[in-house]
């Protein structure tokens, strides 16, 4: 029944598959697979406050790998969309500690440090991250300036 959810929502069938894994965690409310897939359920119909409780679960109860890092971007995501920033910092943070190459991650807590009004945190870990990750030859042939400047953004010479 998980697949037929999985499934559903790989057809952008959320609703259908909302109602089934609300089905499944009637008897399974402990399952982090179950709780997961509900949370994105939830998501995909833009219902971020109901998926959060879902993603709490998933990840409280022994939720691993490619999955849990996932979990930890669709949770951060969905608090910093309801304007629970402090609680969004924490959780992208918890997130980082695990899987300190996750650029979604890093690029979801720059828009929450943004959210706060921590602009120039908000800008070097943007500017880190695109310097990380890029294979774009302009920013390789200005990667020693970019680090720099991501650094001293408010500087002037």
């Not at 998926?51 to 109860?61: G, S």
């Not at 190459?101 to 695109?130: P, R």
């Not at 970019?146 to 953004?153: G, P, T, V």
Request: aromatic share 12%; charged share 30%; hydrophobic share 40%.
């Amino acid at each position: 029944m998980i697949d037929s959810a999985v499934k559903l929502m790989e057809e952008n069938n959320y609703k259908e598959a909302k109602e089934l894994l609300l089905d499944l965690i009637v008897e399974n409310s402990e399952d982090y697979l179950i709780n997961f897939y509900c949370a994105e359920a939830h998501d995909g119909l833009g219902l971020e406050r109901e998926a959060i409780p879902f993603y709490q679960k998933a990840l409280e109860n022994g939720m691993e790998g490619e999955l849990k890092e996932k979990a930890f971007v669709q949770l951060g995501s969905s608090l910093r969309c309801i304007g629970e920033y402090d609680h969004a910092l924490v959780i992208f943070k918890e997130g980082l500690k695990e899987f300190p190459n996750n650029h979604a991650l890093k690029v979801f807590l720059s828009m929450t440090l943004y959210n706060i009004g921590e602009y120039k945190e908000s800008v070097e870990n943007l500017l880190e991250t695109i310097i990380e990750s890029s294979s774009d030859k302009w920013i390789n042939t200005y990667k020693r300036a970019l680090s720099f400047y991501a650094k001293n953004i408010d500087e002037k010479w």
